[in-house]
């Protein structure tokens, strides 16, 4: 695999990673074959270009997402602890909340608004169990926070960060 080339600028890879970061819609049965019919590549070059950005690093992971709304609500959490807190209620969200998804520690300059906030989760809460805003407040109050901020999603990512495709994107379109 040393051979093959794992750059995003390299023009297949670039093709792959348009289509799919976020261009492939729903829950697909064969999803490298959707990749391959809408980048125009063979479906050996995808995942043989997949498997080699992985393996350098350049692609973080491939997987199909099923987005479906009507499982659980969920927002984006930002988390004010004090900062002796922080890393119990990292490992705690991380290891033990079954509803919490991502778990991350921002670094901060103490100057900026919101620094305070430097640890960012995702919830989600599944149909008859409560409200974000109630699990959150179960969480607040088991890990010692002293807020927290709600950031329902606008918009659901399909798959990947679309990097690529919006690369060449000007601001405000």
């Not at 002796?84 to 900026?112: C, Q, S, Y």
């Amino acid at each position: 695999m040393n051979n093959i080339p794992t750059s995003p600028n390299d023009p297949v890879n670039t093709d792959i990673l348009l289509v799919a970061e976020d261009r492939i819609k729903g829950f697909r049965r064969l999803p490298f074959h959707a990749i391959s019919e809408q980048c125009g590549h063979p479906v050996p070059v995808v995942i043989q270009r997949l498997k080699a950005m992985m393996e350098a690093g350049v692609v973080r992971r491939v997987r199909q997402t099923l987005l479906a709304t009507k499982l659980a609500q969920g927002a984006l959490v930002a988390w004010s602890l004090p900062e002796e807190k922080l890393d119990a209620a990292f490992d705690w969200m991380k290891e033990l909340d079954p509803f919490t998804g991502h778990v991350v520690l921002r670094n901060t300059d103490a100057a900026n608004p919101g620094a305070n906030y430097r640890l960012w989760t995702t919830v989600k809460v599944p149909v008859g169990c409560g409200t974000p805003e109630e699990h959150c407040g179960i969480l607040k109050r088991h890990i010692g926070a002293d807020g927290y901020v709600l950031l329902p999603a606008r918009g659901v990512f399909a798959l990947g960060v679309g990097d690529v495709r919006r690369g060449g994107l000007r601001p405000g379109e």
